[in-house]
């Protein structure tokens, strides 16, 4: 059965903080891994992985994607209060995605 | 605002009962996928259509069925209502099949 896990289930920091998110995946037909932000609405993109090790960059978040280990960490530097919200990492192929449980991130003022 | 809607926003129905929810796509998008999200179970994928056909399935119950229309919208019908139903059933779509995906807001579905 594939199986998504994130960690840390959640975290509480202060703006200004770095954090990184961990998820592990074991997907049978791996194509993607993608990250979604879901605050108190619906999951919003924000980044889908195909290769190992090409880091991907939006503003203070990033991501990387190692395929050998099945492994992926989100970024965020620069914390901010409104980056408070879950993360939701999903891996498979875009048609049959397997969700991990999400990781709730708490920005303190 | 993704581009993705879903009707109704909000549902409230009596065990035993059916109930429709629509989506429509974004604009050129062929891909239509439809998840659960349930406080006790987190997202869980339920179906995919890509231009009408069926391509995959998940984690979806008999007394679910959906469908793509031609014109690319789809609707994901519920059955035999159970309480264990409530959940937020959310919407999705892509350009192809291994695109990203963009979800609508969501129909918040509640079984008394």
């Known amino acids: 059965e594939d199986k998504v896990v994130q960690s840390p289930l959640s975290l509480v920091v202060h703006e200004g903080d770095t954090v990184t998110l961990n998820c592990s995946y074991e997907?049978?037909?791996?194509?993607?891994l993608l990250w979604y932000k879901q605050e108190k609405k619906a999951p919003t993109f924000l980044f889908m992985l195909t290769s190992s090790g090409i880091e991907k960059k939006s503003g203070r978040l990033s991501s990387i994607l190692d395929k050998k280990e099945l492994f992926s960490i989100l970024n965020i530097t620069a914390t901010q209060t409104g980056d408070s919200a879950v993360y939701l990492c999903a891996g498979g192929d875009a048609g049959k995605s397997t969700f991990g449980d999400g990781t709730t991130l708490t920005v303190k003022p | 605002d993704s581009g993705v809607t879903q009707t109704p926003k909000h549902l409230i129905t009596a065990t035993g009962q059916r109930v429709t929810l629509r989506c429509s796509p974004r604009?050129?998008?062929?891909?239509v996928y439809w998840y659960q999200q349930s406080l006790d179970q987190g997202l869980q994928f339920l179906i995919q259509y890509y231009n009408g056909e069926e391509r995959a399935k998940g984690n979806i119950l008999e007394r679910f069925s959906a469908q793509q229309f031609p014109d690319l919208h789809s609707e994901l019908n519920l059955s035999s209502l159970e309480l264990g139903d409530s959940a937020l059933y959310f919407c999705?779509?892509?350009?192809?099949?291994?695109?990203?995906?963009?979800f609508g807001p969501g129909t918040r579905l509640l079984v008394l």
């Open positions: 999705a779509s892509s350009v192809a099949r291994e695109e990203t995906q963009y």
């Open positions: 604009s050129g998008d062929l891909s």
């Open positions: 997907v049978t037909n791996f194509r993607s």
